[in-house]
């Protein structure tokens, strides 16, 4: 049914099953924003059996490798992406949450060296759902898109 809604692309990657509302945080993460200039369509809300209602996210031109894609786990634990070559889908896979998450999430501690003495990277790991600095230990306790740059 979203064919009707976006076109199929050439080329590129589609980031399908997002959770609706959380296309644009997806966008974020994929470091698509006003100076882009690939060429994005977004699709919200469309209907769909699984979930009932979900977004669908399009970036042309452009391939999302699978590291990229896990960071996109933590706002779309069910995200299916798509690469697009001719028209055809070449490579699906599932997003898979990733042990760790360097430079994609600022700690919300004003005191973190990854504050204080830019540029240091970030680094989070994952374990059992928690999301926790590296560096100063700081558990991020909002939604992950809270700590998007
Ligand atoms: N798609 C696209 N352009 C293409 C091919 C596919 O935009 N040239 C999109 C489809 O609209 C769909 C997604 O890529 O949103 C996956 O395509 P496909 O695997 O054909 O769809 P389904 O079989 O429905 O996928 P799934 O089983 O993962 O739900
Ligand atoms: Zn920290």
């Given at each position: 049914?979203?064919?009707?809604?976006?076109?199929?692309i050439?080329?590129?990657?589609?980031i399908?099953?997002?959770?609706?509302g959380?296309?644009l945080?997806?966008?974020?993460?994929?470091?698509?924003?006003?100076?882009?200039r690939?060429?994005?369509?977004?699709?919200m809300?469309v209907p769909?059996?699984a979930?009932?209602?979900?977004?669908?996210?399009?970036?042309?031109?452009?391939?999302?490798?699978?590291?990229?894609a896990?960071?996109i786990a933590?706002?779309?634990?069910?995200?299916?992406?798509?690469?697009?070559?001719?028209?055809e889908?070449?490579?699906?896979?599932e997003?898979?949450m990733?042990?760790?998450?360097?430079?994609?999430?600022n700690?919300?501690?004003?005191?973190?060296?990854?504050?204080?003495?830019e540029?240091?990277?970030?680094?989070?790991?994952?374990?059992?759902?928690?999301?926790?600095?590296d560096y100063?230990?700081?558990?991020l306790t909002?939604?992950v898109a809270?700590?998007?740059?």
């Amino acid at each position: 049914m979203e064919e009707l809604k976006i076109r199929p692309i050439e080329d590129g990657t589609v980031i399908d099953h997002i959770p609706r509302g959380q296309s644009l945080n997806v966008l974020r993460v994929l470091g698509v924003d006003t100076s882009t200039r690939d060429v994005v369509s977004v699709a919200m809300n469309v209907p769909s059996d699984a979930m009932g209602r979900k977004d669908i996210v399009k970036v042309e031109d452009r391939e999302i490798g699978s590291k990229e894609a896990d960071i996109i786990a933590l706002i779309a634990p069910d995200a299916t992406v798509n690469v697009v070559r001719d028209f055809e889908v070449r490579d699906k896979y599932e997003v898979s949450m990733p042990d760790e998450i360097r430079g994609v999430l600022n700690c919300p501690n004003p005191n973190c060296i990854t504050n204080t003495r830019e540029p240091v990277e970030t680094v989070f790991d994952v374990r059992d759902g928690e999301i926790r600095c590296d560096y100063c230990g700081t558990v991020l306790t909002d939604e992950v898109a809270e700590y998007l740059g």
